[in-house]
C-alpha cells in the first residue's frame, strides 16, 4: 500500500521551530517529488515546499522562504520539514504528498497524502 504519513506537530510558541518528518511506505521517495501543503480551518489550502528528486530543485512559496528548510534523506526514505521563527499564522495541519515540483510551484497529485499532523503555533 502507498502511503505518505506526516509527524512531528505539536504546540509551539512564536518564534520557535518544529521539525516536521514525512515517511513513505509501499514506494520509494527519491523517484518523486515530494512537497508539503497546508490546511487552516476556513482557508484555502496552501502548497508552500517541495523537494524534486531528478536534481535536487527546491521550491519555496514566500510566506515560508527563510524559515523553512526541506530536505530528504533517501536512506530513510523521508523528507523532513525544518520549521523555524514560527508564526501564528503558520497554524494548521500539514500534510506531505508527492507531486509535481519546480522551482516556481508544486502541484501534488490529488489523494497522494494521507495523515497529516497538526501544528499551533500560540503564546
Known amino acids: 500500500q502507498v502511503q505518505l504519513v506526516a509527524s512531528g506537530g505539536g504546540l509551539v510558541q512564536p518564534g520557535g521551530s518544529l521539525r516536521l518528518s514525512c515517511s513513505a511506505s509501499g514506494f520509494t521517495l527519491d523517484r518523486y517529488g515530494v512537497g508539503w501543503f497546508r490546511q487552516a480551518p476556513g482557508k484555502e489550502r496552501e502548497t508552500f515546499s517541495c523537494?524534486?528528486?531528478?536534481?535536487?530543485?527546491?521550491y519555496y512559496t514566500d510566506s515560508v522562504k527563510g524559515r523553512f528548510t526541506i530536505s530528504r534523506d533517501n536512506a530513510k526514505n523521508t523528507v523532513f520539514l525544518q520549521m523555524n521563527s514560527l508564526k501564528t499564522e503558520d497554524t494548521a495541519d500539514y500534510y506531505c504528498?508527492?507531486?509535481?515540483?519546480?522551482?516556481?510551484?508544486?502541484?501534488?497529485?490529488?489523494?497522494?497524502w494521507g495523515q497529516g499532523t497538526q501544528v499551533t503555533v500560540s503564546s
Open positions: 504528498a508527492r507531486g509535481s515540483c519546480s522551482d516556481s510551484y508544486y502541484y501534488p497529485y490529488e489523494g497522494s
Open positions: 523537494i524534486r528528486s531528478s536534481d535536487g530543485t527546491i
